[in-house]
């Protein structure tokens, strides 16, 4: 079977690390500076690989094997959270890099090929899943022409100009082209850690649910307004997450989970009561009937509070997204390549953070692997995962990776 | 008995009104052009009642009687909140002066006199009650260096400067000049108007019990975090909100009234389990022992919740103050004034709001009167009062100061 490099595969991710290091992580936004270097240092080991490589108009890097038989697609994203971990994305660039190195190097695969991609901007500094959104045409020009960084305002356009991609074409996927979409990360979570297992494997990247809850009350003076008076919004809001809080878990499913983000009351002055209050609220869940559960039970919980008063309470969906169901034979794949090199230690699991993945299964058949995350710590500089597991995950990847070529 | 114009003290009020007219109320922050311009025309209209008048060097015009015999001090403040109604502090400025001129017009009070403050940013716009501070010698150098306007930022001595009070001597309490302090104000609630009442005569002003409310859990992913795994700290803060939401409205006394005026998450994005929360949250009452019994309680609420989890929770005093309890003289002259122009139409009540009156009670007998609020609305530009309560509340005023002259 084709091979990985263990020290080859820690010393690109070191050499990753090194492109906006911060602390042991690192701060490297899609389109910083040090991120244009780390897609231009990622062309360039993909040329050593043999695969021919390019970044296109939407910043994403490719490399194309030129084999003419079955060939799989592997890849992750190169940017990074701000002031984040190291791994997170590019551990499933390596990965697929190292695999389509091992393959190209096997001669009983020499008809096969690994192409790899690096997606832009999946951790969202633009928008949402650009890259891979991109390469399936689900991103129009008018939404890239209207697309701003989150935090400083710069118009996508003028960063795709200033990293010399204004007119670059975007790559887009090729029918028939591919047996599957096999993806590596890190788990971001501490179910693998806490179980003292190394490989999970994905069934499903969870559903994301959201909501704008809104309490219009009367804003008024904290000292002179009674309390059988008052109108306070914040406290209709308070009042609510409460109820959520102690009803959703005798509802939800096993690995459900329901966060409330962002409180804000208005005007959120220490003597005034609040005439307005809104929370940012979201639950995950890979299963669609718990999904409708929990979102009939949020319904059930505001019409309960707004007939007990004082204030109106109004719900608004901000998103509803799809749970993507990881393909079953790439499953297999990644079970059987996990019972050679790590017997006994990988689960079934679902994802509950988005990544490519759930683009790319709708076009293509699609699989997901997690290595461990210690202390389950994610989008933080402290983010990591030893260098043991890190090796190991590779070895089941590209394993598992020649097992769907010749599936 | 003296008599009040009631054609003038309404056309005082309306022609204050002119000065920064916003819709229904007035837009004028201290040390505004247009607040400049009304404490100017209030200096003239305290010549024109025979007082001799000036803006001394923190902002607060006085109108001094030149009668040898025994003396009331009467006022409120002139600047508004913004965009806020037209008689929160007015009324009470306009009360004394007409006081004042009734009182001087009146043969059988040619010993007496009314002196009229209107005490500079009562508001808060540059600081906490800056114009009776400076009055009680409880305004340092250093704090009128420190202070800025907490909107724009600009610095109280340019504000001074501009106004042409840099360098002007800071009017300071002559001991023993005073029989007392008498201050009339609209409600600010609505207790009057639901009780069909038309005056309010001060108990106490309460005390305002601050507090900052910080939990510190565990920043991670929303989606992969277990709801087992994850230390919310915005779930804990909304937990001991509830609580408190429980447990207050069956120790705290008949009046005492309790905000959460501002809760903030960090980071505060929706996909972000917060690693941080802080709620702003404070209590008022006149009792000193319903306070005490209210931060017991808060203390063991907190005490609760740091025992159950997950997240610890701290709680820093804000500000503590003293109830200011009103002098019970100017209290029966209040009451005997209202039972002659209102009779069976008032009531003891605690103020909830803070006012002057609170700190000029340190240094002499002090007094309040409330004229009610339509709906009970305040800070706000549709704060209102009919007509005929201003009239009545003017009469019950000038009489009362007539009583506590002769008291």
Redesign the interface.
Known sequence: MPEIDAARVLADLRKLRTFGEYKTGVHRPTFSKEDLAARHWMVGRMQEAGLEARIDGIGSVFGLSQAAGPKLLTGSHLESQNYAGWLDGPLGVVYGLDAARAIGANPAFADCGVDVAAWCDEEGHFGSFLGSRSYLGLLPEEEIDAARNRYDGRPLRDALKEAGLAGVSREQVQPGRYKGYLEAHI?????LE?SGLKIGIVTAI?A?W?YRITAVGE?????????K??R?A??SV??L??EI?RRF?EI?GA???????????EP???????GRAEA?F?F?DADPATLDRLQAELYRLVEDANRSGPCPITVEI?GQSTPALMDEGLQQALEAAASVHAAGLATRMP????HDAQYLARVMPAGMMFVPSIG?????WTENTSDEDIVLGARVFCDAVARALRA
Chains 1, 2 share one sequence.
């Open positions: 788990e971001q979570g501490d179910s806490s969870v994301i959201q804003q008024n003076h904290a000292g002179t307004t009674s309390m008076r008052r306070d914040g406290l308070v009042r997450l409460g809080d878990p939800a690995r459900s989970v329901w966060t409330a983000g962002r409180i804000t009351l959120g002055a220490p003597s005034i009561v609040p940012l979201q995950r901000l994802s509950g953070a988005g389950g710590i994610s989008h933080h």
